[in-house]
Nanobody, 114 residues
């Protein structure tokens, strides 16, 4: 059974920082591309960042230079460090894994107050 468990969300003021973590089980973590998506109220889910099995990263234009995705294969965990947060970063952040099939976690709420 595949499980992706996110943690680290919360409430932060604009300009602040948060770090998210996602620990996986039931997958061969090192082979998976891992990512973070987010969904703001009333908006479609969007890809924020992903990191391939070889460590290559991609970011949405809206977060480039502010967010950093990383992974620790030994801990089966992917991280998202978020700096200089803006109110428009508010949303539910979902961890995803992809290797053939794609899975998502339950999500963690991030709220950035102005």
């Amino acid at each position: 059974q595949v499980q992706l468990v996110e943690s680290g969300g919360g409430l932060v003021q604009a300009g602040g920082s948060l770090s998210l973590s996602c620990t996986a089980s039931g997958i061969i973590f090192s082979l998976n591309t891992m990512g973070w998506d987010r969904q703001a109220p009333g908006k479609p889910r969007e890809r924020v960042a992903y990191i391939s099995s070889s460590g290559n990263t991609e970011y949405a234009n809206s977060v480039k230079g502010r967010f950093t995705i990383s992974r620790d294969n030994a801990k089966k965990t992917v991280y998202l460090r978020m700096n200089s947060l803006k109110p428009e970063d508010t949303g539910v952040y979902y961890c995803s894994s992809a290797f053939g099939r794609q899975y998502w976690g339950q999500g963690t709420q991030v709220t950035v107050s102005s």
